[in-house]
Structures are given as structure tokens and as C-alpha cells.
């Protein structure tokens, strides 16, 4: 068995893989030709990529495309469409209007956000099985899949790895990790670091143990606009038009799927933590934990002895 590490920086992110396999290298090498091919099919940042092209043509006429990037859409719509669901994967206009992480970030006018508002409806994206195509019922309507692609990709690549023999293997898209078997370091859990929002990135507020599990965090503290006194992040309440108010800062989901973690993270980030708690609670095979935004951690009940505050 060889064990192999690559970093590539890609997708805006820096993408770490691990494995220990038959022919590591040759793996991690198919691995990161998947994750280009992904980048030219799911970029929301490319002129040319499938994605970008939908807001072009889809609402002239129901636009192809490949039958993973409509299963994504498809599995994006249905989440978008459950009740009081903060995911959308409509919200394209919106997250173009305001830029948050970009360099011509602003404040929109009121009129401006109240105008984008009615682009944001996911039953108006209309979707054939059999034809894998998509069409858009309201021109300017774009779909932003940022909220789930990267936890869709990582189980890919994971995939791949076990369908050729990994017995150990990481993947930690900029955030994003999904494990498999035992820990390079010694034990047969890993740890994995859940960021603390208050303090700069690398500093985390606890650990928690995982095996063949994801970890992914949705937090307030990833991309911020300051305008005067007021600071504005970038997950947005589709329903108002701006950043969502709640006393959450940062959600972090543990499942057996990174898109599921991805999922949830965002559907549920709009809820106060007690909700986010109760909810995850009911739910079968998934945990949380949650840092309010004055700095207290909790978590959900199966959770508790796999996670170990930390004091920074």
C-alpha cells in the first residue's frame, strides 16, 4: 500500500487529498483531473462553464446538460423548495447584486434588492428526467450551486477512492472533509478542527472525532463586506434580500455524505440555535454543533463524548 498527499488550489479554494492505496499517486492525479473537468461544468465565476451558460439560454429554450450537474440541480431544487429552507439555489441574482467576497462588493439600494427578489423563486426552475434539461420560467434567473457543490465533489473523488481499493483517504475541500477508514496519525479516529468564528482562520473552537464521516461548516465569518459601522455577510435570506439575522455564528454538520453536510449547513443556518439543535436531533444518522454569536458551543446529543472544546 502507498500513501500519497497532493494540494491543489482550485475553485477559489485550497483542495487537500489524502490516500493510502494500491497506486496512490495515479489516484490523486485521476482525482484532480475530476475536479477540473467539474470546475469548466459547475463554475458559477466562468463565462463558458455549463452553469453559466443556463443564464444565457435556459430561458430561451431547455438547455442539456450533464447528468451531474442536473443531479445536483435537481437535489439543489428539492431542498430549496422544503419549508422554511434558508437553501436556494436560485439565489444567483442576489449573490451577484451584492459581491460579498469580491472586490466590487456593496450595499445595494433597496430598489435594487426588492427588483432581484422576484428572480429567486426555485419552482421556476422547470426540469426533465428524461430529456437532463433545464429551463428557466423567468429570464434573469441564475442558479448558484456554492451552498452544496463542494460537498458533491468531495463525495466523487471519495468514490473513486474505495472503487480502487483506497484503504484510508481524505478529502478536505477548502473546509469541506470527508474521511475514510483510519487516521495516518495513529488511532482510527480523525480529528478535525471546527473553526472558531471570532478569531482569524486556524484557529479552531473545538475538535471532534469522525470515521467515514464529513465534517463541513457553514459560518458568518468566511466572507464579510464593513460599510461604516454595519458588517454584512454571505449567506443571505432569499426571502429579504440580505444577510440572514439570527443568533447563529457558525453550524457545523457531521454525516456519512459531504453534500448532505453541505445541505443542511445552509437549510438550517436561518434558524436560532435552539431550533438548529432540536431539528438535528429528530434527524437520523446526522450531528451538529453550533457557536452562537456570543461564543457558547452546543451541540447535539449524539454528539456529546466526540467533542472537545477548545480554549483560544
Avoid at 124 to 129: A, E, G, R, S, Y
Avoid at 142 to 167: P, Q, R, T
Wanted: hydrophobic share 40%; with cysteine.
Amino acid at each position: 500500500m502507498n500513501e500519497y498527499t497532493q494540494i491543489i488550489h482550485l475553485m477559489g479554494t485550497k483542495i487537500s487529498l489524502y490516500l493510502k492505496a494500491p497506486d496512490a499517486e495515479k489516484l490523486a492525479h485521476e482525482a484532480v483531473n475530476m475536479l477540473i473537468r467539474y470546475e469548466e461544468v459547475f463554475s458559477a465565476n466562468s463565462d463558458n462553464s455549463q452553469l453559466a451558460m443556463l443564464k444565457k439560454t435556459a430561458a430561451l429554450s431547455p438547455q442539456q446538460v450533464d447528468e451531474e450537474l442536473y443531479e445536483l440541480i435537481k437535489t439543489g431544487k428539492q431542498h430549496s423548495l422544503h419549508e422554511n429552507s434558508y437553501l436556494n439555489i436560485a439565489i444567483g441574482p442576489l449573490i451577484k447584486l451584492w459581491r460579498i467576497g469580491f472586490r466590487e462588493a456593496h450595499v445595494p439600494e433597496a430598489g435594487e434588492i426588492e427588483k432581484v427578489l422576484e428572480l429567486l423563486h426555485p419552482e421556476n426552475i422547470q426540469l426533465d428526467d428524461e430529456q437532463l434539461s433545464i429551463y428557466f420560467l423567468k429570464k434573469g434567473m441564475e442558479i448558484d450551486l456554492g451552498a452544496i457543490a463542494k460537498g458533491y465533489f468531495a463525495d466523487k473523488v471519495m468514490e473513486l477512492f474505495k472503487l480502487n481499493g483506497a484503504i484510508s483517504a481524505m478529502v478536505d475541500m477548502g473546509g469541506n472533509v470527508l474521511v475514510y477508514g483510519d487516521s495516518p496519525s495513529g488511532g482510527s479516529d480523525w480529528k478535525v478542527g471546527i473553526q472558531n468564528p471570532f478569531l482569524p482562520r486556524g484557529n479552531a473552537a473545538a475538535l471532534v472525532r469522525i470515521r467515514d464521516q464529513s465534517v463541513v461548516t457553514s459560518g458568518i465569518y468566511e466572507r464579510v463586506l464593513e460599510k461604516g459601522d454595519s458588517k454584512y455577510h454571505h449567506i443571505f435570506n432569499s426571502r429579504t434580500g440580505y444577510p440572514i439575522e439570527s443568533n447563529v455564528a457558525s453550524l457545523t454538520v457531521i454525516a456519512d455524505r459531504s453534500l448532505d453536510c453541505d445541505i443542511y449547513s445552509t437549510e438550517l443556518f436561518g434558524l436560532d440555535a435552539a431550533s438548529i439543535i432540536h431539528r438535528v436531533n429528530g434527524m437520523k444518522d446526522m450531528e451538529a454543533a453550533v457557536i452562537t454569536m456570543d461564543g457558547k458551543l452546543a451541540c447535539t446529543a449524539n454528539l456529546r463524548g466526540r467533542i472537545d472544546p477548545l480554549n483560544t
